[in-house]
């Protein structure tokens, strides 16, 4: 089964959710649960792909978020849901080649309408927007 890419980011967003939770989550059972894989069926590779990305660059992207938060906020201060969202949309912002940085923006914001609230898409956007620029060359 072919699985679109929005549907891809939301499972790792999930499997992102529950690592935070528990770090030794087993993640190839966590995707037979969020998929519906046939038995011989490989997990998607940019599934892996965006979770194993996230999780190798999460002190970076931390980094950049921290830097883009309103004076008096910290890291710890954005919700767990709105920052998995912005470390997901960062990843594919600088090492997904054929993902423009808008359309990873915006893959964010419909994230943002799925798992948390209006509020914090306005939030997200605004963090990205300040972000935003040109992609890294390597990974």
Known sequence: MTFKRRRIREVAFQTLFAM???PEVDREQ???ELLPLAPQEEV???LEELV???SEHQAEFDQEIEGSLAAGWSL???EKPN???LRLALY???YVDDVPVAVAIDEALEMTKKFSDDKS???INGVLGHIGGPKTTSN
């Open 76 to 78: 710890s201060r954005v």
């Open 20 to 22: 935070v939770s528990d």
């Open 92 to 94: 594919e912002m600088k």
């Open 30 to 32: 966590l995707y037979k």
């Open 83 to 85: 920052l998995i969202i």
């Open 44 to 46: 998607p590779a940019y």
């Open 121 to 123: 898409r306005k939030f």
């Open 52 to 54: 194993t990305g996230v």
